[in-house]
Structure formats: C-alpha cells, structure tokens
C-alpha cells in the first residue's frame, strides 16, 4: 500500500510559479506511474501530468504543455508538479495518484490505484 500526502499549494497571482510535491510511503513507490490531476468547483477531476516509474517518460494535458513540468525522485520517494506562468483557470485543488502499471502513460483517473488528499492551488488575476 502506498500513502500520498501533496504540499506546496497556495495562493499565487497569475504569471507566478509553484512547486508542488507529493510524497510516498512503502516500498513500490519507483516501480509505480504517478500522475496528478485537479478538480476545480463544481467541475470534473482532470488529467494534468503523468510520468512513468523511471521517469523516462511524461505526457501533459494541453492546456498544461510548456507550463508545467512533472518529474520524481524515486530515492526521496517524491514526486513534483512545476508549475509556471500560472493562469486563473489552473485554479483547483490538486491530486497525485499512482498507478500500479509502471509503464503506463494513463490519463483516465479510473485505474489509478492510490490517491493523496489534495493540495489547493488559487490563482488570482
């Protein structure tokens, strides 16, 4: 079993940068893809990131692509969100999940096995 905890939300204005983090507990956290997601109110939860165990490989929502950047460190057992030029529509609490197929690039939440309990981020205009 693993265990997410995500940090490093917070109020920022837009055009500014975040990092954010979710750290892992248990042992299988570097053979697992993580991903995150955000739910903004009253909408569904979506894909933002995802990166394959050995962080060979990522792949972005669109409305992501060249601002953020996901990566891990599988000996911290921590993965990040860099987020930059934020916007006010990249406002919504944000989730990392991991994903028992370490190889996988999946950007359905269905799948994703374990879940953090979500940071908020809050971008202002």
């Known amino acids: 079993q693993v265990q997410l905890v995500e940090s490093g939300g917070g109020l920022v204005q837009a055009g500014a940068s975040l990092r954010l983090s979710c750290a892992a507990s248990?042992?299988?956290?570097?053979?697992?893809?993580m991903g995150w997601f955000r739910q903004a109110p009253g909408k569904e939860r979506d894909f933002v990131a995802v990166?394959?165990?050995?962080?060979?490989?990522?792949d972005y929502a669109d409305s992501v692509k060249g601002r953020f950047t996901v990566s891990r460190d599988n000996a911290k057992k921590t993965l990040y969100l860099q987020m930059s030029s934020l916007k006010p529509e990249d406002t919504a609490v944000y989730y990392c999940?991991?994903?028992?197929?370490?190889?996988?690039?999946?950007?359905?939440?269905?799948?994703?096995?374990?879940w953090g309990q979500g940071t908020q981020v809050t971008v202002s205009s």
């Open positions: 999940a991991a994903l028992t197929r370490g190889w996988s690039t999946r950007k359905s939440s269905s799948g994703y096995l374990y």
């Open positions: 990166i394959i165990s050995n962080g060979a490989g990522t």
């Open positions: 248990g042992r299988t956290f570097s053979s697992y893809a």
